[in-house]
C-alpha cells in the first residue's frame, strides 16, 4: 500500500461557471460548501515596498470586491452607517484633508450557519494642491478601507495574508 500523501489546499482556479454558480444560488448545503471553499481564496494583485524597505503583498479593493463576489454569489451589502470628511487649507496654502467612515458588511447564509455580519471603521487622509484635488477621493478610500477592516474577520486569507508566504497558506489552510 502506498503512503498516504499530504493534503495539500488548492484554491478554486477562475471564475465559477454558469452552472456551479446557478448550483450555488440555487442549492443552500452547495451554498455553504461554496462559500466555506471561497473563504480561503485571494490572491493579491501587486506587492509594494512599506517602512524599512520590506516589502508585502497588497490587497487592492479590487481585489477584495472580487474575493467577494465569488464567495457570495447570493450577494453581500455594504451600508455607510457614519461618514465625516473635514478639509483645511493649511498654512502653506496647500490643502489637507481626513475622512472617517463606519461601514456595515453584511452576507447572509442559510440555516444552519449564521450570517456574515461585521462593522468597522475606515479612513484616508490626504494633502494636494486645492480643495477639489483633497475631496476627490477620500471618502471612497476610506469606504474601501473600512470594507477590507469588516471582511478581514471572516476570511483568514484576506484577514492575515501579510503575515505569511503563499506556500505557508496553503499548508495552514489544510489544517
Known amino acids: 500500500m502506498a ?4 493534503t495539500v489546499y488548492e484554491p478554486p482556479v477562475g471564475p465559477l461557471t454558469l452552472q456551479q454558480r ?3 444560488v440555487s442549492d443552500d ?3 455553504i460548501r461554496h462559500v466555506l471553499r471561497y473563504l480561503h481564496h485571494i490572491s493579491p494583485s501587486e506587492e509594494r515596498t512599506g517602512r524599512a524597505r520590506m516589502t508585502f503583498d497588497y490587497l487592492s479593493g479590487e481585489d477584495v470586491m472580487s ?17 465625516e470628511t473635514k478639509v ?9 484633508g481626513i475622512s472617517v467612515v463606519r461601514l456595515r458588511f453584511e452576507a447572509e447564509m ?3 450557519m449564521s450570517h456574515f455580519c461585521q462593522e468597522d471603521i475606515g479612513s484616508k487622509r490626504s494633502v494636494g494642491g486645492d480643495e477639489i484635488e483633497v475631496l476627490e477621493y477620500l471618502e471612497k478610500s476610506a469606504i474601501t478601507d473600512a470594507l477590507k477592516r469588516c471582511v478581514k474577520t471572516i476570511s483568514m486569507r484576506l484577514g492575515l ?3 505569511y508566504e503563499e506556500e ?8
Not at 3 to 6: A, G, I
Not at 168 to 175: G, I, S
Open 29 to 31: 448545503r452547495a451554498y
Open 67 to 83: 474575493m467577494l463576489n465569488e464567495t457570495f454569489v447570493r450577494g453581500w451589502t455594504k451600508e455607510v452607517t457614519n461618514s
Open 168 to 175: 505557508e497558506w496553503k499548508t495552514d489552510a489544510t489544517n
Open 110 to 112: 442559510p440555516p444552519p
Open 22 to 24: 446557478e448550483k450555488a
Open 3 to 6: 503512503p498516504k500523501k499530504d
Open 161 to 163: 495574508f501579510l503575515y
Open 88 to 96: 483645511k487649507q493649511r498654512k502653506d496654502g496647500k490643502w489637507q
